[in-house]
């Protein structure tokens, strides 16, 4: 029998795929020619040309070069005004620069940016983070990977136990213990991991996201002191929670004497407070980081009371020296200046009622314009997140998520909507819509993503 041919990417010809990404390069390159110029003057002393390696990471043939960022537009040094629903990854989920925000900034700024000692908008904040997030007993870093370890060096420290359980295709920023992935039934160390020595797979057990029988299996051994866990799966193709998972996973952490660590990095988008509050999940312990300060790098993770008096009762046993958790800038008044500010006046219960409804304005468009062109491919939105998958679904774990990644055609999507006026993501092809995202940016992202698919399946 002769040999099936594969099937297109995505429901795409590869050759007019091909063709469309090497026509919207040059339009890219064409137009920014002042972009070139300064990178190639002024690139030479950072490694591969950028000072954070994830900035290579976008499609287009060099980086953009930002002027300026406002509300949900960004400028670039050519002059060409973006509207942005990448927003910093997260990182500026409410807009760029917040007015009240900045104003938070330039008032500390004239009493010192850090001294490593409270101020009173540290007290203040604290309020404010049990109001927004629930009455846990706070810390607060400079990132939600340092929340995540920290928050995992309690989980060990309470329960004596050694291990961490996280599920396939996860991520938690770059918290080596979770650096692992599912091999043929195996936890293995994740490929690519540059310079990784430490055995990581041998302190981790690793399932599929919605599978309560092989979690209930994991954590039968007692070895396992957390799971770590987003609500819903963000950092490959977006995987939702079956229903009853959420509630399984509870049950069988406590019964097992696990703790349960919810990552509520990314899905803070799901409403005020989280997907915690807004599904009413009870965690041990919970982190957070990305746009709680406006922007400012901060991170903070709470435990239970419970938790908290088994970490004070453990911690008066510790012998002296280091704890391993902490850094020196963390907890600096300008965070907190930028904190009190965010949970008072931006990260509000009628801001995230605007996100919502713009969310789901696109998240129909998008959705409208693949039905029309008749490609194989699903829209899932988690309150002001969204994402369109190159594949059929709903997506059922880390898997299934991996399968349906389609790196050539994101790749052109991404830049071909760049190149019409939109930003997003350069992971996934993630979106946000934020309380300043106007109804008219959200209509130009929809037709600019009808438009390129007009042209790839014409």
Known sequence: MPAVPPSPPAGLDPRRLAAFRAREEQRFARARPVTRARLDEGAEAWLAGVPMHWMRDWPSPFPLVVHRAEKARIEDIDGIEIDDFCLGDTGS???????????????????????????????????????????????????????????????????????????????????????????????VARPGLVGQVLGIAAEAVCVEFNDLAAVEAALASGEVAAVLTEPVMTNSCMVLPQPGFHDGLRQLTRRHGTLLILDETHTQSSGLGGYTARHGLSPDLFVIGKCVAGGIPTGLWGMTPEVAARFAAYDLDRPEGHSGMGTTLSGNPLQFAALEATLAEVMTGAAYDRMERGAARLAAGLEAAIVRHALPWHVVRVGARVEFVCAPGPLRNG???????????????????????????PFHNMMLVSPVTKNRQIDRLIAAFDEILSELTR
Not at 123 to 147: E, H, K, N, Y
Not at 399 to 425: K, S
Request: net charge positive.
């Open 399 to 425: 898997t299934e998520a991996a399968r349906a990644q389609a790196p050539e055609v994101e790749a052109a999507l991404h830049l071909g909507l760049l190149n019409r006026g939109c930003l997003i993501a």
């Open 93 to 187: 989920m409410f807009g760029h620069s917040p007015a009240p925000v900045a104003r938070a900034i330039r008032r500390q700024a004239r009493h010192g940016l850090t001294y490593m000692l409270p101020s009173e908008a540290a007290l203040r904040a604290g309020d404010l983070i049990r109001q927004v997030f629930g009455p846990m007993v706070w810390q607060v870093t400079l990132s939600a990977t340092d929340a995540n370890r920290h928050a995992l060096r309690v989980a060990r420290a309470v329960t004596g136990r050694r291990k961490v359980l996280v599920f396939n295709g996860c991520y938690h920023g770059t918290l080596e213990d979770t650096m692992v992935a599912l091999d043929e039934g195996r936890t």
